[in-house]
């Protein structure tokens, strides 16, 4: 399994396109998704013009670089690489020729409350090493788990994850009903960890991997046992460079292709006429196209940009205080890039964030040091700091966000100053931050979810999340994290994919 081969188009091989069939296409959003699906298009002959509110592309893969500090935006880890490698390759590409990756390991380690840790590691030897240190017995339970795990991925990965269903009957087949079966996804992550593990701190470590995607791990899908298996087993990596790496990347390719990029201008609205989309508007100028593809967060794009509401009611996934500090002095008790800090209460803290839709001042956060993997992020001697403490989405909630954020902020800096520097504060030299209003505004997220705005419940996965194309408007397509397969870099390049796979067999 380990070992298996990917079919993947030879480099510079492309899909052979008739000059009739070229059409005018406008992407809305440069998102890694919109990225994606704009060079696709391109790829297949057609004319591509993308439009971006924001100056820069890469949506929350972007960075941020200020005095020397580097800093991933929002996404930070790099999984399911064979997805990447294959979006390269049906652009005519190779991804070792863009992206110069770095495996990470431990893929992460997890720091509990009574002073004790445990690294994350894909060396087997090591990882029998750190699960015994809590409980005997506990490591062969462990590798059961992480085989398990991983036979969920490559189960699911064709059946489910890649396939685009657009019919019902499609997804609800007697051989889906079996595989749903199979990967666990009637069953709830963690009542899957704890049948394996006795101690409460084993449980946080093998079942936190749903928080990445903003889901909670008491009503998260049994199948998101394989995040971990996939951080251990297949591997976590980081590109040199930062995350958007990957972003610069794809819109290379894509100014190759010939899409044309305008930054710095929003769309108003999508234009339809009768029962297509006509164009866009953007900044009082019209812009006429045979076909709209939306990378924007749909449930805002349905409400804002096409004026119609959802008739359906979608829950949200949760929303987070975001800190991005740049530190005079590097943290010496801090070891690996990617850091997941357990608050005393597990289960007590996630129903704040997730079933309460609050927040809590003593929570659980993630810190991410990438100079530990890439040591250009941070100057020499000095650390760049990313840390996010999840929190309830602000839609329709109207609390005190800023003091919200300092409550977090003085939180994060007296569990980090545990590390190794206790005058953390007074070494930070560049602060920026973000709360759940400011990335609902910055990024048109609904209820400023950074993860995703909707969260991966039974109920929104598959057939049941929103659909890559508007029921009634058969020329508007959409792409992103909102829309199937769901969140998460790997699964919108598979989404990006699958809406250009559907552009041409029903546009031709």
Request: glycine letters at 8%.
């Amino acid at each position: 399994a380990l070992s298996r081969r990917i079919d993947i188009l030879p480099r510079n091989e492309g899909v052979l396109v008739h000059v009739a069939s070229r059409k005018k296409m406008i992407v809305i959003g440069a998102g890694l998704g919109g990225l994606a699906v704009a060079a696709l298009l391109a790829k297949r002959g057609h004319a591509v013009a993308l439009f971006e509110k924001n100056d820069v592309v890469g949506g929350r893969c972007a960075t941020i670089m200020q005095k020397g500090f580097r800093f991933d935006l929002g996404a930070t880890l790099f999984l399911m690489h064979d997805t990447f490698r294959r979006t390269f390759a049906e652009l005519g590409e190779r991804m070792e020729d863009h992206l110069d990756l770095i495996r990470v390991d431990p893929a992460s380690a997890v720091h509990f409350h009574d002073g004790t840790s445990i690294d994350m590691t894909g060396d087997m030897c090591r990882l029998r090493e750190e699960t015994e240190r809590f409980e005997k017995g506990s490591f062969e339970k462990a590798f059961s788990y992480l085989r398990s795990g991983y036979s969920c991925y490559l189960d699911a990965l064709d059946s489910l994850i890649s396939r685009d269903f657009r019919h019902w009957y499609q997804f609800f087949t007697p051989k889906n009903m079996a595989l749903f079966l199979r990967v666990k996804a009637l069953s709830y992550h963690y009542r899957i960890v704890a049948r394996n593990f006795r101690d409460e701190r084993l449980r946080a470590a093998f079942s936190y991997h749903a928080l990445y995607v903003g889901c909670n791990p008491f009503g998260a899908p049994g199948m998101y046992s394989m995040l971990p298996a996939l951080e251990m087993i297949e591997g976590l990596y980081y590109p040199k460079g930062g995350m958007v790496s990957i972003a610069d990347a794809l819109h290379a390719i894509g100014k190759k292709l010939g899409v044309r990029y305008h930054l710095s201008a929003p769309v108003d609205s999508i234009m339809t006429d009768g029962s297509r989309a006509a164009g866009v508007s953007v900044q009082g100028r019209t812009h006429s196209a045979d076909a709209v593809v939306v990378n924007a967060d749909a449930p805002y794009a349905y409400e804002h940009l096409l004026g119609e509401p959802l008739k359906r009611r979608f829950s949200l996934s949760c929303s987070a205080y975001t800190f991005y500090w740049g530190v005079n002095k590097r943290l010496g008790g801090i070891r690996h890039q990617h850091n997941v800090i357990v608050s005393k209460d597990y289960k007590r803290e996630l129903d704040t964030v997730f079933n309460k839709n609050s927040f809590s001042e003593h929570g659980h956060f993630y810190a991410n040091f990438p100079s530990r993997t890439d040591a250009n992020a941070a100057p020499r001697g000095k650390d760049s700091i990313m840390v996010i403490v999840p929190c309830g989405h602000c839609a329709g909630s109207e609390r005190d966000w800023k003091a919200e954020q300092a409550s977090a902020r003085s939180w994060v800096l007296d569990r980090l100053s545990s590390f190794g520097v206790p005058d953390l504060k007074k070494r930070i030299v560049h602060e920026l931050a973000f709360t759940p209003k400011e990335w609902e505004s910055r990024m048109n997220l609904t209820g400023g979810a950074v993860f995703g705005s909707l969260d991966h419940s039974l109920l929104q996965m598959g057939y049941f999340r929103m659909p890559n194309r508007h029921p009634k408007r058969r020329n508007l397509f959409f792409v992103g994290g909102s829309i199937a397969p769901g969140s998460g870099l790997p699964m919108v390049l598979v989404g990006a994919r699958l809406t250009a796979d559907r552009i041409a067999d029903e546009m031709g």
